[in-house]
Every structure is written in structure tokens, then in C-alpha cells.
């Protein structure tokens, strides 16, 4: 079964850097776009950063300059690199990507379970 499998979440002081990663499991034909959301407690769910196949990318404006998304196509992984971490971003962060299977031959997207990041002193 696919499913994505997310790391890397965790406690930081405002200022401070953390990395978060998806991984993409068997049963892979193709992955399209990748991305990252986030929810914060009491608010929706929303894009922090998504790629394309073409390694083009979109962000949200609250993370430009500070965040960067890179994916890996051989080992079916996303990437987000978090710099200069503010108490804001604190949420939930969630990885996306849009699969297309090998058995059955079939198109899904996915979500992951979520690492929580926490920016505080």
C-alpha cells in the first residue's frame, strides 16, 4: 500500500532551522507534485511550499526567502528546509504528492500522518 511517511518535526527557539522530510513507499510508477502544508491550531490547512516534476516551485509569501523545497526523483522524497523559524510557523506540517501507481495502474494523492513543529523559547 502507498503511503508517505514523514520525519523530522520537532521543538525550536525562533531563529532556528529544521529540516522535514517525506518518503513515498512501494508501488511507484510516477509522482507529480510534492508539497508541504501546514495547520495551525484553530486555523485551515494551508500551501507552505509545493514542486513539480519539472522542479518548479510555488510558495506561500510568509515563507519566501526562508523556506526552500528540493525533491529527490530516484528516491521518491520532498524536502523542506526551514530557516529563520518565527513562533508563526508553528503548526502541523503535512506532506502531498500526487502518485500514479504501478499495480493497479492508477492515479491517487496523498497525504501524510503530519510532524508537528513547534517554534518557541
Known amino acids: 500500500q502507498v503511503q508517505l511517511v514523514e520525519s523530522g518535526g520537532g521543538l525550536v527557539q525562533p531563529g532556528g532551522s529544521l529540516t522535514l522530510s517525506c518518503a513515498a513507499s512501494e508501488n511507484i510508477f510516477r509522482i507529480n507534485t510534492m508539497g508541504w502544508y501546514r495547520q495551525a491550531p484553530g486555523k485551515q490547512r494551508e500551501l507552505v511550499a509545493v514542486?513539480?516534476?519539472?522542479?518548479?516551485?510555488n510558495y506561500a509569501d510568509s515563507v519566501k526567502g526562508r523556506f526552500t523545497i528540493s525533491r529527490d526523483n530516484a528516491k521518491n522524497t520532498v524536502t523542506l528546509q526551514m530557516n529563520s523559524l518565527k513562533p508563526e510557523d508553528t503548526a502541523v506540517y503535512y506532506c502531498?504528492?500526487?502518485?500514479?501507481?504501478?499495480?493497479?495502474?492508477?492515479?491517487?494523492?496523498?497525504w501524510g500522518q503530519g510532524t508537528l513543529v513547534t517554534v518557541s523559547r
Open positions: 502531498n504528492a500526487a502518485i500514479v501507481t504501478i499495480s493497479p495502474h492508477r492515479y491517487l494523492e496523498l
Open positions: 514542486i513539480t516534476s519539472a522542479d518548479i516551485t
